[in-house]
Structures are given as structure tokens and as C-alpha cells.
């Protein structure tokens, strides 16, 4: 086997080379081409030509490598890579910070919830989202500066006590 096969190895690192054009790769893809050799030796034919089932080896192995690397994409080193592509924000963040939002939106009472969207959602001015609600508009700002308030609390996770039930207003005589 090594008087037939030595000679061959000049021959398939210049095919090697002119495969993958990088000599380290093509070094390691005629090794991985003798180690497959010799470890199917037994099945080759002994009628057939060694050079040729050595260089179909190596050209299988060259396409499955090239086919494995387009799958994968370009290789870089981590001392070569730029440190912006390295560093990644998780992607988890948004997500629970939605979650959140939506949470201390639904804990804001209903007529707060809906001038906040109003104005700072659906971008109306003060005066329309009055006109919406049909309250006064010095009403819709003193709503929507507790509902800003309370929701800059919840989202800061400072819980925030509701106070018990009692009228709003009393009346002094």
C-alpha cells in the first residue's frame, strides 16, 4: 500500500492546491484523503488504478468541504473579527420590555389608558381626544400627566398602591 500510494501525494496536493487554493487547507484535505485511504483500503479494487480512486477521494472530500463551508459561511478568527460583530445585544431585552409595558398599561384605570393612547399613540392632539372622550380638555391633560406618572412607576417596577375606595372629590360646606 505505501509503495503504491507515497508517489501519489505530490500529484494530489497540486490538485488539492488548485481545489482550494489555501496550501494549509489542501495539506489537511490529503490527509483526511490518505486516512480515508487507508482505512478503505480493503475496498478498493485490485484491478483498478490507484491514482484515480486516491484523486475521486479527494476530489468527493473537496466538494463535500467547499458544500459544508457555503452552509456555514465565511470563517474568521476571533483575533481577526471586529469587536462590533462580536458584541450583541440579547434579543430577549425587547421582548420583555414589551411584555412590561403592556403590564402597567393594563394596571392603568380605563379613562387614563385611553387618553394615554389617544394622544400618545394614535398621535391626536389634546383637543380631539377630548373631543373623542367628550370631557373637557384640561380633563384630558391632568389624565394623561397621572397616567404618564404612573406608568413611568410601574415601568421603573416601583409597585404603586392603589388607595381605597373613597370619592374622589368631597364636598366642604
Partial sequence: MVRLVEPLIPALRRYARALLRDPADADD????C??????RWHQRRSD????T????????????????????????????APEASLAVAPSQ????????????????PDE??????????????????????AIPTGTVMSRLS?????MIRLM????????????LLRRVK
Fill in 53 to 80: 480512486w486516491l484523486t475521486a477521494i479527494l476530489h468527493n472530500l473537496a466538494v463535500s468541504q467547499m458544500r459544508r463551508r457555503a452552509r456555514r459561511g465565511a470563517h474568521m478568527s476571533v483575533e481577526d
Fill in 156 to 167: 421603573d417596577g416601583e409597585g404603586v398602591t392603589v388607595p381605597a375606595k373613597r370619592p
Fill in 48 to 51: 483498478g488504478d490507484t491514482r
Fill in 29 to 32: 484535505l490529503v490527509q483526511d
Fill in 34 to 39: 490518505l486516512e480515508r485511504a487507508v482505512s
Fill in 146 to 150: 397621572r397616567a404618564r406618572d404612573r
Fill in 93 to 108: 431585552d425587547g421582548a420583555l420590555r414589551h411584555r412590561d409595558l403592556m403590564a402597567a398599561l393594563d394596571a392603568l
Fill in 112 to 133: 387614563q389608558r385611553n387618553v394615554l393612547l389617544l394622544v400618545t399613540v394614535e398621535g391626536l392632539s389634546y383637543a380631539e381626544a377630548a373631543q373623542v372622550l
